[in-house]
């Protein structure tokens, strides 16, 4: 049988683990051949690029900061000589800080929005020529729900994500005549493993502040992102899709 996916390259960053592993796990079993990346854990997208190949699917690991223009254009430059181009790109990788507003530092503010924003900038600058060059394509960024709902000590992921959505909704009008889609998917508490750097959970992450009483899995975030950009959601543009059990409604 014809999978949702087949013949269609997609590319996600801040894939080794967690949101970003299951999103490449998702696409290659919808018959994606998928461009696993990292920044630079290379044991981490390694093994999701062997998971995806142990299961009969095509994977490529490239290691790459997304943050860095030369870097972004020399991985893109491997994928169109592997794979002839890209069709997906999901913009997931970003950095999980908390710091107090009257603590943090301008490099730390840049830091982050240099990843989450800047890197998606970037990304889609090297990526959609060769969308249009395919004949379409689909965009996702994986923004939050801090955003929306005001989180103390994450002023500068929140800026990131507001800016993400902002830019998001811009290429869905200006990048629909070429047939390519950008959205973003919002989660919200979601049962990951947050490395040293990311701090307690922000004060509301407990399961009784979410009417659904727990937390997604990371495959339920995969699964929104697998329909945004399958045949089902080729409709679907400039939205942000929370995907959060009801803690933020819009």
Known sequence: MTRPLDGKVALVTGAGRNIGRAIALRLA??????????????????????????????????????????????MMEAVAARFGGVDILVSNAGLRRQTAFLEMSLAEWREILGVALDGA??????AVPLMIGRGGGAIVALSGISTHIG??????????????????RALAVELAPHGITANCVAPGSVDTQRGASAGVLPAGSNDDAVPLRRKASVEEIAGMVAYLVGREGAYVTGQT??????????
């Open 151 to 168: 989180t103390a000590n994450r002023c500068h992921v929140s800026a990131s994500k507001a800016g993400l959505e902002g830019l998001v």
């Open 29 to 74: 079993r919808d018959g994606a051949a998928v461009v696993v990346n990292g920044r630079s854990d290379a044991a981490a997208v390694a093994e999701v690029a062997a998971a995806i190949g142990a299961a009969g699917g095509a994977a490529m690991p490239v290691l790459a900061d997304v943050s860095d223009p030369a870097a972004v254009g020399r």
């Open 241 to 250: 899709m929370h995907v959060n059990g009801g803690r933020y409604l819009t």
């Open 121 to 126: 900038f970037i990304l889609a600058k090297a």
